[in-house]
Every structure is written in C-alpha cells, then in structure tokens.
C-alpha cells in the first residue's frame, strides 16, 4: 500500500485534518530559515494531538547536534528526517531511525547515495534548488524508481493533487511526501487539498 506523509504541519487543526484523512505520517520542520518551522511548544501540542498509528517525523537541515537533541528530547518523534549534507554517521546518531533527502532533476543512479546512507530507511526524493532545502513546490523529471536498494524510496517535490497520480504511475514509490501542495499559504494546510491528495495518490497506484 502506497504510504503518504503531509509535511510542513504547523497546526494541531492542520495534523488531524490529515490524520483523518488517511495519511500515515506528518511531518513537523525544525529549521528556523523555513516559513513552516514550527517551534518546540507548537510541536509538542501537535504531536498530543495525533491519533496512535500516525508516524511523526521530525525533519532538519545541518542541524548542531545538541538542537538535535534537544528536539528528541522534548519530542516524541518516531522518524528523523535530514535535507542537508550530513553524514551517515550523523544522521544515525540519534537513537531513532532516520531518512535522508536526495536533491535530484531527474533520472539518478541511486545506488551511490543508497551505499552512502546505508542505514537509512528511506530515501526521500526532492527537486534540487541552489535556494532552498525542499518545500520548493518545484517537481523533477520522474522515471520508473529501482525495487532492488533494499530501501524505501519516497517521491517528493512539487506533488499536487492535479500530479500525483501521474507521478505515482511513473515511479510507483513506497511513499509520496507533499508540503506546499497542500497549502492555501506556507504552514496552513488545506482540508479538502489533503483529502483529495491522498485520495487521488492511492487510487493512482490501484490502477497501475
């Protein structure tokens, strides 16, 4: 079954809104540059508000460890996600699993990046910007991803309601990860965007 995160959450309306529409993760930024950065006592209501059985995923950008830490500690997080440059070591350091961001534009031999991240979960797929790590709202040149890295691969980038399906169709990932396309304004996510998102990514892969 086809697995959906809707990132960018800084609401408790917003994170039950997709916990009820059927996502299986959201995602909570702990990068202060982003619009959708959500600060500790935001996160930790957000969080409370979750029904069981919904991934919470923190996600950072070359963060100093101790910031890191601090989070995990405040935070019941399940899942790390890291946008920047860090190492597998870094990345792995933290007693939760983790997933790393691979900035692409299309077609990628993933193999090099699944051997440089090899205890990673997931592999998130995101469009590459010299401005911004990720939540660009930008997409990339989609091909039919790899079953044999012994790693989720998660497509993200630029995924809307109107695209998802057809991204889906092409790639046919563990997991699609959207942000922006969800949104009226950065941070504040649309109700009918994310049911109609997730219901138009599921129903893609039934048809493939």
Request: glycine content about 8%; aromatic content about 8%; charged content about 25%.
């Amino acid at each position: 079954m086809l697995r959906i995160k809707i990132c960018g959450i800084t609401r408790v309306e917003d994170a039950l809104a997709a916990a009820e529409a059927g996502a299986d993760a959201i995602g909570l930024v702990f990068y202060p540059p982003s619009p959708r950065h959500v600060e500790i006592v935001a996160a930790q209501a957000i969080l409370a508000a979750l029904p069981p059985f919904v991934t919470r995923v923190g996600l950072f950008v070359n963060p100093q460890p101790d910031w890191v830490r601090a989070i995990t500690e405040q935070c019941p997080l399940d899942l790390l996600q890291f946008h920047g440059d860090e190492t597998d070591d870094f990345c792995a350091g933290f007693g939760r699993p983790y997933i790393k961001a691979v900035r692409l534009s299309g077609p990628t031999d993933l193999r090099p990046w699944r051997e440089r991240y090899p205890r990673a979960q997931g592999l998130l797929l995101d469009k590459e910007n010299d401005r911004v790590y990720g939540g660009s709202g930008e997409s990339f040149s989609w091909w039919p991803l790899p079953t044999d890295l012994g790693v989720a691969l998660i497509l993200a980038g630029g995924l809307r309601v109107d695209n998802v399906a057809q991204a889906v169709w092409q790639t046919r990932p563990y997991a699609v990860d959207v942000s922006s396309g969800v949104e009226v304004s950065p941070g504040e996510k649309d109700r009918g965007k994310i049911r109609n998102f997730i219901h138009s990514a599921r129903a893609a892969l039934q048809e493939t």
